[in-house]
């Protein structure tokens, strides 16, 4: 396989030696953000910039030119990887012919089928060992619409999906009392206006703010428009139309979703072992994992194992013993109740996230009941009390006990270590505020595939997801940071708490920035984009003091008509679509459901 990213100009194609990779030349590469996959032979495979100086130009070319390079730089090449060769030889190496799973749910499943669909002509034995008398924990029913990509990866027909998880469309996130009591602001999948003259949007909205000649941010944003007034439609692939500036996502039952993956991924032949995993035995040299021993007695041997087994974390913690990143002080929460109660026939295409006393409480809105929770810091707040809170603020009769659960903000030190990769909770548990479990679950599936191994599990293989596991978790720890830091609450112990905590320096400094003159920081690798920072800054009163001078080289007079322009099309658009409820019953209803 290989792969590259693309940059601008002047791309050179430059081929390198593995082992030379694992000198100082990876770390470089690394630093600047190539992405790259290598081949199980010995050539890694990207491109780069003559514009850009991240590595002195002699040794580029001694790079580029391996082939006819000196004899003394082919002496070294050689010695290196004869070396190389050695230490592999010592090493259990070949084609990984056997994947093990330890644990279902929706992480499992999902590395199922994933691993099935997209590895389905590598010859690949696929066993999950999972145990019914273990309850697993539905890391979250709001989504993200990266599902989309992934549903679409493995094939699945979208309306026949939506029926059978029971789920409803999700346009964005609803924040109600986050930055005041009264407030209420909608972080949406799509963009603000468009942009024009390379000036990001939200600059001439907050000229005319300034002016008090602009409305609402929120009615330049068509999925906001839609949510508020329970439209959808499918976005236009075509550009030039406003129905083409959004995307969207599920508002699924967890556990239907396993249940219908279960059945996806073992039609493509993938191995279900109903067991109860009581031991893991390790190679004796390598500590390797081995095989997991079940309480029958029964072991399952495999060449590489990957940890679903929730916050036990079975393999990767109590096995290989990998250490947890505490962010428990950015991210105080530490528990959640979980509670379903009865829906409506009109439920709405946007998750809710209201801020309580010492906490916040989700509400998504699934086609046969309301999914709810509490997700508070026992440190300022009973089990009890939460509980009462949370049942008080129910839009139905609860359908379950409430069911509580006990966590710690953080990830583990490493996400692969050995032979073993962690997906789901027993990686990391960031609280469901911005519903993105499942993205990250999704997330280590993919790059796993990417970076697919032989048996030896190569080091590169492993620092280099690594690396982007652990800017996806940063990424999101930022953002998630922010919803409390940047609060003007002051009504409880608990929002004093947050509004006055250390944050960390990156999160710092992309807020100086935005209230300096409205720059939103963006990376390369990350989940959130430019308009989900716009949303929570403005929706949280964060106001740029200054916009870009840019923006004045449009006319007053003929900014308002554009924009009023833009607010106009999207209010007519949305008027002529129909109601999420009746989009639903007409494409995608789901059957009932006994609770």
Same mark, same amino acid.
């Given at each position: 396989?290989r792969?590259?990213?693309?940059?601008?100009?002047?791309?050179?194609?430059?081929?390198?030696?593995?082992?030379?990779?694992a000198?100082?030349?990876?770390?470089?590469?690394?630093?600047?953000g190539?992405?790259?996959?290598y081949?199980?032979?010995?050539i890694?495979?990207?491109?780069?910039?003559?514009?850009?100086?991240?590595?002195?130009?002699?040794?580029?070319?001694?790079?580029?030119?391996?082939?006819?390079?000196?004899?003394?730089?082919?002496n070294?090449?050689?010695?290196?990887?004869?070396?190389t060769?050695e230490?592999?030889?010592?090493?259990?190496?070949?084609a990984?012919?056997?994947?093990?799973?330890?644990g279902?749910?929706?992480?499992?499943?999902?590395?199922?089928?994933?691993?099935?669909k997209?590895?389905?002509?590598?010859?690949?034995?696929?066993?999950?060992?999972e145990?019914?008398?273990?309850?697993?924990?539905?890391?979250?029913?709001?989504?993200?619409?990266?599902?989309?990509?992934?549903n679409?990866?493995?094939?699945?027909?979208?309306?026949?999906?939506?029926?059978?998880?029971?789920?409803t469309?999700?346009l964005?996130?609803?924040?109600?009392?986050?930055?005041?009591?009264g407030?209420?602001?909608?972080h949406?999948?799509?963009?603000?206006?468009?942009?024009?003259?390379?000036?990001?949007?939200?600059?001439?909205?907050?000229?005319?703010?300034q002016?008090?000649?602009?409305?609402?941010?929120d009615?330049?944003?068509?999925?906001?428009?839609?949510?508020?007034?329970n439209?959808?439609?499918f976005p236009?692939?075509?550009?030039?139309?406003?129905?083409?500036?959004?995307?969207?996502?599920?508002?699924?039952?967890?556990?239907l979703?396993?249940?219908?993956?279960?059945?996806?991924?073992?039609?493509? +032949?993938?191995?279900? =072992?109903?067991g109860?995993?009581?031991?893991? !035995?390790?190679?004796?040299?390598? @500590? /390797?994992?081995?095989? #997991?021993?079940?309480?029958d007695?029964?072991?399952?041997?495999?060449?590489?194992?990957?940890?679903?087994?929730?916050?036990?974390?079975?393999?990767?913690?109590?096995?290989?013993?990998?250490?947890?990143?505490?962010?428990?002080?950015?991210l105080?929460?530490?528990?959640?109740?979980?509670?379903?109660?009865?829906?409506?026939?009109t439920?709405i295409?946007?998750?809710?996230a209201?801020?309580?006393?010492?906490?916040?409480?989700?509400?998504?809105?699934?086609?046969?009941?309301i999914?709810?929770?509490?997700?508070?810091?026992?440190?300022?707040i009973?089990?009890?009390?939460?509980?009462?809170?949370?049942?008080a603020?129910?839009?139905?009769k609860?359908?379950?006990?409430p069911?509580?659960?006990?966590?710690?903000? +953080?990830?583990r030190? =490493?996400?692969?270590?050995?032979?073993?990769? !962690?997906?789901?909770?027993?990686? @990391? /548990?960031?609280?469901? #505020?911005?519903?993105?479990?499942?993205?990250?679950i999704?997330?280590?599936?993919?790059?796993f595939?990417?970076?697919f191994?032989?048996?030896?599990?190569a080091?590169?293989?492993?620092?280099?997801?690594?690396?982007?596991?652990?800017?996806?978790?940063?990424?999101?720890?930022?953002?998630?940071?922010?919803?409390?830091?940047a609060?003007?609450?002051?009504d409880?112990?608990?929002?004093?708490h947050?509004?006055?905590?250390?944050?960390?320096?990156s999160?710092?400094?992309?807020?100086?920035?935005?209230?300096?003159?409205?720059i939103?920081?963006?990376?390369?690798?990350?989940?959130?984009l430019?308009?989900?920072?716009?949303?929570?800054?403005?929706?949280?009163?964060?106001?740029?003091?200054?916009y870009?001078?840019?923006?004045?080289?449009?006319?007053?007079?003929?900014?308002?008509?554009?924009?009023?322009?833009?607010?106009?099309?999207?209010a007519?658009?949305?008027?002529?679509l129909?109601?999420?409820?009746?989009?639903?019953?007409?494409?995608?209803?789901?059957?009932p459901?006994?609770?």
């Open positions: 396989m792969s590259s990213f693309l940059l601008p100009e002047h791309q050179i194609e430059i081929l390198i030696p593995f082992n030379v990779i000198n100082n030349l990876y770390q470089g590469i690394i630093d600047h190539s992405q790259y996959i081949d199980s032979a010995k890694l495979f990207f491109t780069y910039d003559k514009k850009t100086t991240i590595l002195d130009i002699n040794q580029i070319q001694v790079r580029k030119n391996v082939p006819n390079a000196h004899s003394k730089d082919k070294m090449l050689k010695r290196q990887e004869h070396n060769r230490k592999n030889m010592s090493q259990e190496t070949g990984v012919k056997k994947i093990v799973i330890a279902g749910g929706t992480a499992g499943w999902m590395a199922a089928s994933g691993l099935a997209l590895l389905g002509d590598q010859n690949l034995e696929i066993e999950l060992v145990s019914e008398q273990i309850g697993t924990i539905s890391v979250g029913e709001a989504t993200l619409p990266h599902i989309r990509f992934f679409q990866k493995l094939g699945l027909d979208e309306a026949d999906f939506i029926a059978k998880t029971q789920a469309i999700k964005g996130i609803e924040f109600k009392d986050w930055g005041r009591i407030d209420s602001y909608i949406p999948f799509g963009d603000y206006g468009r942009d024009f003259n390379e000036v990001d949007f939200h600059h001439y909205w907050l000229k005319l703010n002016m008090h000649k602009a409305g609402r941010i009615d330049y944003s068509l999925p906001i428009v839609m949510a508020e007034m439209k959808f439609g236009d692939p075509d550009e030039r139309s406003v129905m083409s500036s959004f995307s969207y996502a599920f508002q699924m039952d967890a556990s979703y396993a249940k219908y993956l279960r059945g996806f991924a073992e039609n493509l +032949g993938v191995k279900r =072992t109903e109860r995993i009581v031991d893991v !035995t390790q190679h004796a040299e390598t @500590g /390797f994992i081995k095989s #997991l021993v079940l309480e007695g029964t072991s399952v041997e495999g060449d590489i194992f990957l940890d679903c087994t929730g916050f036990r974390a079975l393999l990767i913690d109590k096995t290989l013993k990998i250490g947890f990143e505490d962010w428990s002080n950015y105080p929460c530490d528990r959640a109740i979980a509670v379903p109660c009865e829906g409506s026939d439920p295409p946007y998750t809710r209201t801020a309580r006393g010492a906490g916040w409480q989700w509400r998504i809105p699934l086609q046969h009941r999914g709810n929770g509490y997700v508070y810091c026992s440190e300022f009973s089990d009890d009390e939460a509980c009462a809170d949370i049942l603020n129910l839009d139905g609860p359908l379950n006990d069911l509580f659960l006990k966590f710690q903000a +953080g990830k030190k =490493t996400q692969w270590e050995k032979n073993c990769i !962690t997906i789901g909770l027993s990686s @990391g /548990f960031l609280e469901p #505020l911005e519903s993105t479990s499942i993205y990250l999704q997330a280590a599936i993919t790059n595939i990417e970076m191994p032989q048996k030896d599990c080091e590169t293989d492993v620092k280099e997801f690594n690396r982007i596991m652990d800017l996806e978790y940063e990424r999101v720890k930022d953002f998630l940071i922010l919803h409390y830091y609060t003007e609450r002051d409880t112990p608990f929002w004093n947050v509004r006055n905590m250390e944050i960390p320096d999160l710092e400094y992309k807020m100086s920035l935005f209230r300096e003159r409205g939103v920081v963006e990376y390369k690798d990350g989940l959130f430019h308009p989900s920072w716009v949303a929570v800054y403005l929706g949280q009163r964060i106001v740029p003091k200054r870009d001078p840019l923006v004045d080289a449009i006319p007053t007079d003929a900014l308002i008509q554009r924009l009023d322009e833009m607010k106009g099309q999207i007519q658009v949305v008027g002529a129909p109601s999420h409820p009746e989009f639903l019953r007409s494409n995608c209803p789901a059957p459901v006994s609770m």
